[in-house]
């Protein structure tokens, strides 16, 4: 009777324990966001206390101080959201570990800011504001301050929500909505808002051709031979060269302002340079790679990995490099007005400002990045290597030839863009043998109709929630900009 008890109590001691250590790690799975709220926050704190020390001496610095803060904030939202787009095919290709992904994010984009990052920013993002509207010192820091807070709690709730938006674009909406409360409608200037709101169509729709392109491309050149290997040892250097030459004409154009100045045909020039060499290095590499290799889809994918994150590092370069002027640029715009005391269309970014985007953006991907890698990598639809290499592809090559045509596009836009184009082209491609296969069967064996359409490959609520909210960022954010200005002018007075 005893032992019987003994045996109960054991057992009874056994599931409070394990109660315990459910409630632990419970406990576990809801601090791990307050851990990096946490960390977020002390960035933020040291952010402005940098400020102190390089502004320090000056009377008014409490609004140097506020900008640097909201400078920290915005820069950790641009990590959170907008380098996703880089990371996330290639980790949802699985040619990247989330770890790796990280790790090799954030030292290209901090790389990208510090070495490559623009020296001069103009003030008045894009042209869209007239600047004699606002060239009262105290009227431009403020409004430069209610754009720098909308555009970053825009790009936080757009992050809540899982959408990946243009952090550029919240940044001009933050501007015009600032600029229309400080000085009214005829202060913007329309026709570039016009140009900026046809590239919400114009990004994510190239973006999606380019990348369906060179995937049809590669369904009928590589994955659709008999002999699989012998193709990919034809033409996998090619698209290497491709990428090359795509990605030193991408950086040579937007990437490389604090380096050397070069214009679009210098940029092409050394592209098709630099393409030209990547193919001769990745000829007898890849046929090495590919000795003994099966007659298979799973040894391409093999072939494609390591261009894939080489694609992706140099596209977090790129990105640091040309972004991180989305984080500090207002920030530079006001340390600049309250040191010398009035308006400036185009301002020197100090190196410590330069340094809170850069830290910002890699603290903003370490710390909430996952969540918007995995959406963009692997929950709009399916990807492998060869998938998300068309991708970063598109990406590159889209930027080449929007900014030959003088279209404002958003890289974003782009990169999003590309994933839907994948997904949709498989989805087409996919319906379209089915069909095919339908006719050759019997006809008590064919599969509905109704049932091939209803074979989606690409989530449609993912896409909806992305394209509603590209469509309100501007007008969202300047709606909160203004409604911050006012609020900034009244605690002010």
């Known amino acids: 009777m005893s032992i019987g008890k003994k045996g109960r109590q054991w057992q009874t001691l056994d599931k409070d324990l394990g109660r315990i250590g459910q409630l632990e790690l419970a406990t576990q799975y809801v601090a791990r966001p307050m851990v990096g709220m946490g960390i977020a926050l002390a960035f933020i704190v040291v952010a402005a206390l940098i400020s102190t020390v390089f502004f320090g001496q000056k009377p008014t610095n409490y609004v140097v101080i506020a900008a640097a803060a909201f400078g920290a904030y915005m820069a950790l939202n641009i990590g959170a959201n907008d380098v996703a787009n880089n990371m996330g095919p290639a980790v949802g290709a699985n040619a990247l570990t989330m770890g790796g992904a990280i790790v090799i994010a954030a030292l290209f984009e901090s790389a990208g800011a510090l070495l490559a990052g623009g020296d001069v920013v103009s003030t008045i993002s894009k042209g869209i504001i007239d600047p004699h509207s606002v060239e009262q010192a105290d009227v431009f820091i403020w409004a430069m301050m209610a754009a720098l807070i909308s555009s970053a709690l825009w790009v936080n709730l757009a992050t809540w929500v899982g959408a990946p938006v243009s952090t550029t674009h919240s940044v001009v909406g933050g501007v015009m909505g600032a600029g229309i409360a400080a000085a009214g409608l005829g202060a913007v200037n329309w026709t570039s808002m016009s140009a900026i709101a046809a590239s919400w169509v114009i990004s994510p729709v190239l973006g999606g051709v380019v990348a369906a392109a060179f995937l049809a491309f590669i369904k009928r050149y590589i994955i659709y031979q008999d002999d699989k290997i012998a193709a990919a040892r034809r033409w996998v ?42 193919y001769v290095a990745a000829a007898p590499l890849i046929r090495r790679q590919s000795e003994g290799m099966e007659n298979r889809n799973k040894s391409l994918k093999t072939l494609f990995a390591l261009p894939l994150v080489l694609s992706a590092a140099l596209l977090s370069f790129a990105h ?170 009244l605690i002010v007075d």
Not at 351 to 370: D, N, T
Request: hydrophobic content about 55%; aromatic content about 8%.
């Open 237 to 278: 250097p090619v698209l290497i060269g491709i990428m090359a030459g795509a990605f030193a004409a991408y950086l040579g154009v937007k990437g490389l302002q604090r380096i050397v100045d070069i214009d679009l045909p210098v940029a092409l020039m050394i592209g098709v340079g630099v393409g030209a060499l990547a």
């Open 320 to 489: 640091g490099a040309n972004d991180v002027a989305n984080a500090v640029g207002p920030l530079a715009a006001i340390v600049h007005a309250e040191s010398i005391g009035e308006f400036a269309g185009k301002v020197t970014i100090p190196l410590w400002v330069m340094v809170i985007g850069a830290f910002g953006i890699s603290f903003g991907l370490l710390l909430f990045g996952p969540k918007l890698i995995r959406m963009v990598g692997s929950q709009i639809t399916k990807l492998n290597p060869m998938r998300a290499y068309c991708v970063a592809l598109s990406a590159a090559i889209t930027v080449i030839v929007a900014s030959w045509l003088g279209l404002p596009v958003s890289s974003t836009h782009i990169a999003v863009g590309g994933v839907f184009g994948v997904g949709f082209y498989r989805e087409w491609h996919a319906t379209r043998r089915r069909r095919a296969n339908n006719q050759n069967r019997p006809a008590e064996t064919r599969i509905a109709a109704e049932e091939v359409r209803r074979r989606k490959l690409v989530r449609r609520s993912h896409f909806m929630t992305i394209v509603a909210a590209w469509v309100i960022t501007v007008p969202a954010a300047a709606l909160m900009s203004a409604l911050i200005y006012h609020m900034l002018t």
